[in-house]
T-cell receptor, first 113, second 112 residues
Framework: GENVEQHPSTLSVQEGDSAVIKCTYS??????FPWYKQELGKGPQLIID?????GEKKDQRIAVTLNKTAKHFSLHITETQPEDSAVYFC????????????FGQGTTLQVKP | SQTIHQWPATLVQPVGSPLSLECTVE??????LYWYRQAAGRGLQLLFY??????ISSEVPQNLSASRPQDRQFILSSKKLLLSDSGFYLC???????????FGNGTRLTVT
C-alpha cells in the first residue's frame, strides 16, 4: 500500500527565515497531495494542496512543489513568523479511490523570535 | 458551511471499561467519514473509514470498532479498553476521492 515518508522530524528556524519540509510517496498512481498544520490540542487544518497535473502552487507565504517522476513533494514557508510554529503533516491519496489519505510522520516546526 | 463535532474533548477511562466516541457532521450529505488515531509525537494512523451508512472498512486489526448508524454520524467503540488504546482520536469527513479531509478537534483518551 501507499507509504509516505516525511523529513525532517523537527525543524528550528529564526523568524524571517524560510522553512522547507519534504515528503516522498510510494504509490505512483497517487494524484492528490495536501498539507496540514496542527496546533497543540487541535485537529489538523488544511493549509495547501496540490494535484498531480500541477508542478507548483503558491498561497501568500506558503508554496508546494510536486515532482511526480521522483515521487516527492515539498512545502516551502517563506518569511516565517512565530505563529507558524506547529506540527506539519504531508499526505497522499492512494490509488484505491476511497478518499482516504496516508499521512507522513509530521514535522515539528519551531520559529524562534 | 460544513462543521464537524467530536465529543468528549478529553476522557479518562480504566482498563477493561467500554468506550464510545461520537462524531457528527453538519452542512453536507453522504460524506466519507474517517477515524484516525494519533499517538503522542507520532503521525496519523487511519483506523476506519466509511463511504455510506452501515459501510465500514477497517484499516488495522485492533480492539476498536466503528459504526455509522446515520448519514452524518460516526461512532468509535470498544467493549474493553486496553492501555495501548490511549491516544488522540480524530474524526474527519471529506467529499469523495482525492479531496481534503476536514478534521474535528479530537478526543484525548487516557486509559489508566
Amino acid at each position: 500500500g501507499e507509504n509516505v515518508e516525511q523529513h525532517p522530524s523537527t525543524l528550528s528556524v529564526q523568524e524571517g527565515d524560510s522553512a522547507v519540509i519534504k515528503c516522498t510517496y510510494s504509490d505512483s498512481a497517487s494524484n492528490y497531495f495536501p498539507w496540514y498544520k496542527q496546533e497543540l490540542g487541535k485537529g489538523p487544518q488544511l493549509i495547501i494542496d496540490i494535484r498531480s497535473n500541477v508542478g507548483e502552487k503558491k498561497d501568500q507565504r506558503i508554496a508546494v512543489t510536486l515532482n511526480k517522476t521522483a515521487k516527492h513533494f515539498s512545502l516551502h514557508i517563506t518569511e516565517t513568523q512565530p505563529e507558524d510554529s506547529a506540527v506539519y503533516f504531508c499526505a497522499a491519496s492512494p490509488s484505491s479511490n476511497t478518499g482516504k489519505l496516508i499521512f507522513g510522520q509530521g514535522t515539528t516546526l519551531q520559529v524562534k523570535p | 458551511s460544513q462543521t464537524i463535532h467530536q465529543w468528549p474533548a478529553t476522557l479518562v477511562q480504566p482498563v477493561g471499561s467500554p468506550l464510545s466516541l461520537e462524531c457528527t457532521v453538519e452542512g453536507t450529505s453522504n460524506p466519507n467519514l474517517y477515524w484516525y488515531r494519533q499517538a503522542a509525537g507520532r503521525g496519523l494512523q487511519l483506523l476506519f473509514y466509511s463511504v455510506g451508512i452501515g459501510q465500514i472498512s477497517s484499516e488495522v486489526p485492533q480492539n476498536l470498532s466503528a459504526s455509522r448508524p446515520q448519514d452524518r454520524q460516526f461512532i468509535l467503540s470498544s467493549k474493553k479498553l486496553l492501555l495501548s488504546d490511549s491516544g488522540f482520536y480524530l474524526c474527519a469527513w471529506s467529499w469523495k476521492s482525492e479531496s481534503p479531509l476536514h478534521f474535528g478537534n479530537g478526543t484525548r483518551l487516557t486509559v489508566t
